[in-house]
């Protein structure tokens, strides 16, 4: 499977812009063989962009050049845009890989660097070279250039909802409020109870569009909670998170369960670990072993998740969120929480194509608390089903996935 290089601090700080700017896009490194024989590999991350936004579908594309899908494309530099052509195509040799070329592209070009490419289904595909050029400085120039006229035009904000509900919540600032009990949740369902929103298991966002994650600044954590989607037990080898258990867990407390986090980069205490399928379209949850050279290989699959389903989920979620901070503290002679709001983050936009970049370097992981025990609120009798299987990206990250925050300071 072929990985990008990591990306250097100026590139960094190009995507960082673009996802600001809520542009969605794919990337592809140009290799000097690639280069030499004007041939790209369409790797797996591209296949999913260009088939998620109706560019093209490899998987429905006959092999020989013959079957060449030709696509309007523009190469956009600091003072051109340059028409061309890219070309997708199946060739008859090595099993029909995937493959396509920009035309001129060469002439805009250095061995290793690495292009965006983004698509308009009006005008086309368009590609930036991400290396050499200062996306930043081109959209803050005072003159008109190319890409400052195309980074603009595909940037588009609404504000109207965001501020009814920013409205809302000014009405308790700096206000102390109670909460109804100390549970790690109460904060967020007495915000919602406030704005009116029902307590409910809908994956819907919670209030026209806008999700509310709710959080004690008291209690800081280094991750942020995306959003909870179990594995698509029917793909799956293991068909429930109690098999995990069975195979995977530990005991604790007299309890067996599996609380622990996945991640991509390596397996962690229990052999768990992550994996992103492209050829599948698959996050797969397997069992690995280190070996010697810090390296390791897969022992057995476990379960998965459909890609598309998790972008689905992403979009459907975080389309827009106030990440709401709160302060806390307690009654002494009650021991009785209160809150107030200090501060929140407005988040626009999740660039999807970012989510599997994020998942193979580890930024996003997944958190599996699996075989908790429920009790039933009256007879106190242990119940099953409180699995949680949860999708949380780390705060230094949020940049690379979602559009430009904004904050709103509720301190007095």
């Given at each position: 499977m072929i990985h990008m290089r990591n990306y250097t601090p100026f590139e960094e700080r190009n995507i960082s812009f673009l996802v600001n700017k809520n542009i969605d896009f794919t990337q592809v490194q140009i290799t000097a063989t690639g280069l030499k024989k004007s041939i790209l590999d369409a790797t797996a991350p591209m296949r999913v962009f260009f088939k998620e936004h109706g560019v093209h579908d490899y998987s429905n594309q006959v092999q020989g050049t013959e079957n060449k899908v030709m696509l309007s494309t523009t190469i956009l530099t600091e003072t051109k845009e340059i028409p061309t052509r890219?070309?997708?195509?199946?060739?008859?040799?090595?099993?029909?890989?995937?493959?396509?070329?920009?035309?001129?592209?060469?002439?805009?070009?250095?061995?290793?660097?690495?292009?965006?490419?983004?698509?308009?289904?009006?005008?086309?595909?368009?590609?930036?070279?991400?290396?050499?050029?200062?996306?930043?400085k081109?959209?803050?120039?005072?003159?008109?250039?190319?890409?400052?006229?195309?980074?603009?035009?595909?940037?588009?904000?609404?504000?109207?909802?965001?501020?009814?509900?920013?409205?809302?919540?000014?009405?308790?600032e700096g206000a102390w409020i109670v909460t109804p009990c100390s549970a790690d949740t109460a904060v967020g369902r007495k915000i919602e109870t406030l704005l009116g929103i029902d307590m409910n298991a809908s994956k819907e966002p919670d209030y026209h569009g806008i999700e509310l994650k709710s959080f004690r600044s008291a209690r800081p954590s280094v991750r942020k909670n995306l959003f909870c989607q179990v594995p698509n037990w029917s793909l799956s080898k293991v068909k429930s998170g109690m098999e995990i258990v069975d195979k995977y867990g530990y005991e604790s407390g007299g309890i067996k369960s599996y609380r622990n986090t996945v991640y991509c980069k390596s397996p962690n205490?229990?052999?768990?670990?992550?994996?992103?399928n492209y050829n599948s379209d698959w996050l797969e949850l397997i069992e690995s072993e280190v070996l010697g050279d810090s390296s390791f290989r897969k022992i057995d699959d476990v379960a998965v998740w459909q890609l598309q389903t998790l972008h689905s989920r992403l979009l459907a979620k975080h389309h827009e969120t106030f990440w709401i901070e709160c302060a806390s503290r307690f009654e002494e002679d009650t021991l009785t929480e209160q809150f107030k709001i200090i501060k929140i983050e407005h988040t626009k936009n999740p660039v999807v194509s970012q989510?599997?970049?994020?998942?193979?370097?580890?930024?996003?992981?997944?958190?599996?608390?699996?075989?908790?025990?429920?009790?039933?609120?009256?007879?106190g009798e242990k119940k099953s089903g409180g699995d949680s299987v949860s999708f949380k990206i780390k705060k230094s990250a949020t940049g690379l996935l979602f559009p430009e925050s904004e904050f709103y300071d509720f301190r007095q």
């Open positions: 890219t070309s997708f195509y199946r060739p008859e040799t090595k099993k029909g890989d995937p493959r396509l070329w920009i035309y001129g592209l060469s002439d805009y070009t250095e061995p290793d660097d690495i292009h965006i490419l983004m698509y308009d289904n009006n005008l086309g595909l368009y590609a930036i070279n991400l290396t050499r050029i200062d996306i930043p081109c959209c803050e120039s005072a003159l008109v250039n190319p890409i400052k006229d195309f980074i603009f035009y595909q940037s588009g904000k609404s504000a109207s909802v965001a501020l009814e509900l920013l409205g809302k919540l000014r009405k308790y205490a229990q052999g768990l670990q992550l994996n992103v989510f599997d970049v994020l998942l193979e370097q580890s930024l996003i992981t997944v958190d599996l608390l699996l075989g908790r025990p429920r009790f039933d609120a009256e007879t």
